[in-house]
């Protein structure tokens, strides 16, 4: 009988951890969905979450949908041509400057000027089925000055002017005093 204990007691952890998560998987749901950075080893996953003002859905952003890369995401002229679909430009506003800044296997993010403001675009999942893309748009005249920083864990984020802090990548934009350079450079560009 005591030979039987252990396995019986594993049986019994493994039933209870399994009803655990059946009863909580829409609340285990709701928090994964909100986790801005996974890391499992060496390996680590990070997610920009979704301007909490994002604009509203673009038919533009069904139509630009053939300006994808092989992994689904937009290319540089599919972004471009997103904010050029927009109703977001005024008549007289013309692209100047755009780049990716921000870049996983599962999101992009791109950064769209004009000669009036700068585009923030999402690119996911969740944002090409919502068609919601374009999460914000910054008037040139508040894009400065530039912030970055590095946490201790190595994520870097910028703000350009009060906006909200969003992701880069190192490998596009570099250290943070060099991603600062290449932000003010793209926002210097813009305004000509």
Not at 1 to 22: A, N
Not at 93 to 116: A, D, M, Y
Request: aromatic share 10%; charged share 25%.
């Amino acid at each position: 009988m005591d030979s039987w204990m252990p396995f019986i007691s594993t049986l019994i952890w493994q039933g209870v951890v399994v009803t655990v998560i059946i009863l909580f998987r829409n609340e285990a749901s709701a928090l994964l969905k909100r986790l801005a950075r996974v890391k499992h080893g060496q390996t680590e996953v990070i997610f920009q979450a979704p301007h909490r003002e994002a604009l509203d859905a673009s038919p533009a952003a069904a139509e630009a949908l053939e300006l994808r890369d092989e992994e689904g995401f937009f290319t540089l002229r599919g972004a471009e041509e997103l904010v050029r679909r927009s109703k977001y430009l005024d008549e007289h506003e013309e692209l100047c400057e755009s780049i990716l800044v921000f870049q996983t296997g599962r999101q992009h993010t791109w950064l769209v000027s004009t000669n009036k403001q700068i585009f923030y675009i999402l690119d996911d999942e969740r944002t090409r089925a919502s068609q919601r893309l374009i999460q914000y748009r910054l008037p040139l005249d508040s894009a400065l000055p530039v912030d970055t920083e590095s946490d201790s864990a190595g994520t870097e984020a910028f703000q350009l002017g009060g906006s909200d802090w969003w992701y880069y990548s190192y490998r596009l934009l570099g250290k943070p005093t060099k991603a600062k350079q290449r932000l003010e450079t793209f926002v210097q560009a813009a305004r000509g």
